[in-house]
């Protein structure tokens, strides 16, 4: 029986989700549902119980399905981290949420996704300063991943540091996969427009 690496499956799920590839995120959802339920592992089974649910925009289920999962595996920060923005997707307890994120942190330390969720959220919340920590320390775990640069970005443009932002943009830009063809337009778009807002020089390798 072929052994499944779930830390990578969770990954790869985390990035289909975040890039909106809906029909890759269903399929590893599955995959990591079916390989759970053959090992008996019930934390990794409401997991992806939980990712299915999410995808079909049941979060109230999907909050269920990963309150088991953190029964069965309190060590599960990504469990935590997902609590958390299905909270949020219900428009519920600002508090619990961040409670979700810390406790995510707490957990499971080097788990970069619940510090850049948690920094998303701080600057959705218009906690833009506090956000900027939480964005770095994701970066010092992940340092190419792109959607945290932007997101920075983003955090720089309401803080109205505009120098700041475009270099975010910029390295967002550099480690953007490939095929995300669309984001790349979106992204070169609003840097070349604050670029002119600004009067700044285009970065290099920006065109």
Known sequence: MQTIDFSK??????DAITYADFETARQLS??????AQRQELLGEIMYFRAQREILNEDYEEAINCLSLAIKYNPRDGAAYND??????ELGGNESQALADFDKGVEVEAGYA?????????????????EAIPYF???????????????????????????????????????????????????????????I???????PKGTG
């Open 30 to 35: 599955e995959e990591g549902l079916v390989s």
């Open 196 to 202: 002119v807002e600004k009067g700044a020089r285009y």
């Open 113 to 129: 996704s619940v510090y850049h969720n948690k920094g998303w959220y701080l600057n959705k919340l218009g906690r833009h300063q």
């Open 9 to 14: 499956l969770r990954r790869d799920l985390d």
């Open 136 to 194: 770095e320390k994701t970066l010092e775990l992940e340092p190419g991943r792109a959607v945290t640069y932007e997101n920075l970005a983003d955090t720089y443009l309401n803080l109205g540091e505009k120098q700041k932002a475009i270099e975010a943009f910029q390295a967002a830009l550099q480690y953007l996969k490939p095929c995300y063809v669309e984001i790349k337009d979106q992204l070169e778009t609003r840097m070349k427009m604050l």
């Open 83 to 88: 609590r958390a923005l299905c909270i949020i």
